[in-house]
Nanobody, 114 residues
């Protein structure tokens, strides 16, 4: 059974940092283009960043130069280093393939206070 588990969220003050992790089950991970998404209360889920199996990255404009996505294919794990956090980054963060093809996990809450 495919599982994606997100963790590392929390409450942080503006301009603080957090590092999210996404642990996956199975060897399918290393062959897939993976992504982080987020959903703020009352809003639709949105793309945050993606990373190819070889490490090529892509970011939404609002997080460029603040967030860094990475992956460790030997551990079937993906990361999101978030720096200079802003209140507008507050959301539940999810990981999935870049096409959203796997079952969604429970996400991890990130709350940034001003």
């Amino acid at each position: 059974q495919v599982q994606l588990v997100q963790f590392g969220g929390g409450l942080v003050q503006a301009v603080g940092s957090l590092r999210l992790s996404c642990a996956s089950s199975g060897s399918w991970f290393r062959f897939n283009h993976m992504a982080w998404y987020r959903q703020a209360t009352g809003k639709q889920r949105e793309f945050v960043a993606s990373v190819s199996p070889g490490g090529t990255t892509n970011y939404r404009d609002s997080v460029k130069d603040r967030f860094t996505i990475s992956r460790d294919n030997t551990k079937n794990t993906m990361y999101l280093q978030m720096n200079i956090l802003k209140p507008e980054d507050t959301a539940v963060y999810y990981c999935n393939t870049a096409s959203g093809s796997k079952p969604w996990g429970q996400g991890t809450q990130v709350t940034v206070s001003s």
